[in-house]
């Protein structure tokens, strides 16, 4: 009988020794392949922000405000856009104002 115990020990523990790779397996590429789609979506939404381009729609799967747009706030919010100031010409010698160069 210890012979046949020692053989279904065995067993038992290399079956739960698959099992746990198999478990670890099918999570830890999901979960890489999840969080390389969250960086794409981030990255991409924030490059359309910058070109003044926001998503109607939401990215499946995203469930950040964060970064569904691209980082700033949410997607109703686009960031404010960068003020400049108008450019003027050097005043003339006599004395008139100057002008306004677009």
Request: aromatic share 12%; with cysteine.
């Amino acid at each position: 009988m210890g012979v046949v115990s020692a053989i279904c020990v065995i067993l038992l523990t290399l079956f739960h020794f698959f099992i746990n790779i198999c478990l670890t397996i099918l999570g830890y590429f999901p979960g890489h392949i999840h969080a390389f789609y969250i960086l794409f979506v981030y990255y991409d939404r924030r490059e359309q922000a910058k070109e003044g381009r926001y998503a109607t729609r939401r990215a499946p799967g995203v469930y950040s405000d964060s970064v569904q747009s691209g980082g700033y706030g949410t997607m109703s919010q686009p960031p404010p856009p960068v003020a400049t100031a108008p450019v003027t010409a050097p005043a003339p010698a006599t004395g008139t104002q100057p002008a306004v160069v677009a």
